[in-house]
C-alpha cells in the first residue's frame, strides 16, 4: 500500500480561496516533498519540509509537518485557476525509494 | 540549464512487443528515477539507478528492466508488452545525495498505450 495517503481525493474551490490537502504517512521518514501535476503532464516539485521542520513557506504556499502523528498539509492561499492541478505527497526513508500518494485533485473554479 | 527529456513523448505497440524508453537527466545529476503512472495504481516506483548502478528497484516483474549509461542518460525496457503496461512512463533526475535535500525532477514523461 502508498506510504502517503491525500486527503481528500478531489477538491473544488472558487477562485482567490484557500485550498487544504492533507497527507498521511506510516513510517519515519528523511523528509515530505510535496509535487503538482498538470493533467497528464510531468511533475514539478514544490517544496521540501524536513523532518526536523515543522512548516515551511513558499510564496502562496504553506506545508506543515506534524511528525507525531505521521501527517503534513499543504495550504494554496488565495488560489488561482492556474492552481488547477494534481498535488502529490510524497515520502523518502533513508536512502529508499521516493514514494507517493494517490493525489488531490484540485479544481479552482472562475 | 535544460530540463530532463524524454523520447519519445507518444508511443502505441502491440502486446507481446517490447519498448525501449529514454531518459536525458539535468547536466550534472547523476542519479535518474523511473515511475509508472495509471489511473488505477497511480504513481508506482520502478526502479533508481545512480553512478550506473541501480540503487533502488520496486515490485515489477522481470519485464521490466533499464540501465543507467556513463553519461546519467537512462533506459528502460519493457519486454513481452500486456494491456495493463499501458501508462504515463515518468523519469526524474535528482543530483543523487541521498538526504534531505534530494528533490526529484521530472520529465515530461512518455505516453504509452497497448492494444
Known amino acids: 500500500s502508498q506510504q502517503g495517503e491525500e486527503d481528500p481525493q478531489a477538491l473544488s474551490i472558487q477562485e482567490g480561496e484557500n485550498a487544504t490537502m492533507n497527507c498521511s504517512y506510516k513510517t519515519s521518514i528523511n523528509n515530505l516533498q510535496w509535487y503538482r501535476q498538470n493533467s497528464g503532464r510531468g511533475l514539478v516539485h514544490l517544496i521540501l519540509?524536513?523532518?526536523?521542520?515543522r512548516e515551511k513557506h513558499s510564496g502562496r504556499l504553506r506545508v506543515t509537518l506534524d511528525t507525531s502523528k505521521k501527517s503534513s498539509s499543504l495550504l494554496i492561499t488565495a488560489s488561482r485557476a492556474a492552481d488547477t492541478a494534481s498535488y502529490f505527497c510524497?515520502?523518502?526513508?533513508?536512502?529508499?525509494?521516493?514514494?507517493f500518494g494517490q493525489g488531490t485533485r484540485l479544481t479552482i473554479n472562475p | 540549464k535544460a530540463g530532463v527529456t524524454q523520447t519519445p513523448r507518444y508511443l502505441i505497440k502491440t502486446r507481446g512487443q517490447q519498448v525501449t524508453l529514454s531518459c536525458s537527466p539535468i547536466?550534472?545529476?547523476?542519479?535518474v528515477s523511473w515511475y509508472q503512472q495509471t489511473p488505477g495504481q497511480g504513481l508506482q516506483f520502478l526502479f533508481e539507478?545512480?553512478?550506473?548502478?541501480?540503487?533502488n528497484k520496486g515490485n515489477f516483474p522481470g519485464r521490466f528492466s533499464g540501465r543507467q549509461f556513463s553519461n546519467s542518460r537512462s533506459e528502460m525496457n519493457v519486454s513481452t508488452l500486456e494491456l495493463g503496461d499501458s501508462a504515463l512512463y515518468l523519469c526524474?533526475?535528482?543530483?543523487?545525495?541521498?538526504?534531505?535535500?534530494?528533490?526529484?525532477?521530472f520529465g515530461p514523461g512518455t505516453r504509452l498505450t497497448v492494444l
Open positions: 547536466s550534472g545529476h547523476r542519479s
Open positions: 510524497a515520502t523518502r526513508i533513508g536512502a529508499q525509494k521516493l514514494v
Open positions: 526524474a533526475s535528482s543530483s543523487g545525495l541521498a538526504g534531505s535535500t534530494d528533490t526529484q525532477y
Open positions: 539507478y545512480f553512478s550506473e548502478t541501480q540503487r
Open positions: 519540509i524536513r523532518s526536523n521542520e
